[in-house]
T-cell receptor, first 116, second 113 residues
């Protein structure tokens, strides 16, 4: 089973709201990711957690705050977002922990975020 | 810094024809090269990947070739079908941390019946 589950599928929030995106995988993967994707663009890496520790932060604004409560769960907390943050937010996971060979990255269905 | 160039940006073919998408990467230490297919409104899905110790890999109508010397890799789709219509992204692993993929800009493939 290569399932990465994301909730909610759609989210509309105001610029003063606080909301969270949630992601779950039960494949025993040790690396989890947040990507942002705008229309007609490739996925853009935001954060990587490896063994529940933040390993990569691609200079993402602090209004996006990731959290990895355990090896199966990944959250993205959103606060004071701007309209330009509207995008598809993709969670992903991979086996991780293999520095000398690439790991297949499996994407969730994504959360469509609209900031009004 | 690391970079992956992808061409063409759009590709239109007749059903049954072949399609080829090419990517060039900048980091000679990259060692993993996946290809993702993304249909409209859907998630990117891995369709094939290749590692740097292999020159070619095939899975039914899809094949990927890798030229490490030239830092090129290509996706070949034979006997294209309308359901192959989608955006295809190539990617290369980042040498400093293979959990990070550098994506190409994408190719919109349209297969006309």
């Amino acid at each position: 089973d290569t399932e990465v589950t994301q909730t909610p599928k759609h989210l509309v929030m105001g610029m003063t709201n606080k909301k969270s995106l949630k992601c779950e995988q039960h494949m025993g993967h040790r690396a989890m990711y947040w990507y942002k994707q705008k229309a007609k663009k490739p996925p853009e890496l935001m954060f990587v957690y490896s063994y529940e520790k933040l390993s990569i932060n691609e200079s993402v604004p602090s209004r996006f705050s990731p959290e990895c409560p355990n090896s199966s769960l990944l959250n993205l907390h959103l606060h004071a977002l701007q309209p330009e943050d509207s995008a598809l937010y993709l969670c992903a996971s991979s086996q991780g922990g293999q520095p000398f060979s690439g790991n297949t990255i499996y994407f969730g269905e994504g959360s469509w975020l609209t900031v009004v | 810094g690391e970079n992956v160039e992808q061409h063409p940006s759009t590709l239109s073919v007749q059903e049954g024809d072949s399609a080829v998408i090419k990517c060039t990467y900048s980091d000679s230490a990259s060692n993993y090269f996946p290809w993702y297919k993304q249909e409209l409104g859907k998630r990117p899905q891995l369709i094939i990947d290749i590692r740097s110790n292999v020159g070619e890999k095939k899975d039914q109508r899809i094949a990927v070739t890798l030229n490490k010397t030239a830092k090129h890799f290509s996706l070949h789709i034979t006997e294209t079908q309308p359901e192959d219509s989608a955006v295809y992204f190539c990617a290369a692993s980042w040498a400093l941390n293979t959990d990070k993929l550098i994506f190409g800009t994408g190719t919109r493939l349209q297969v006309f019946p």
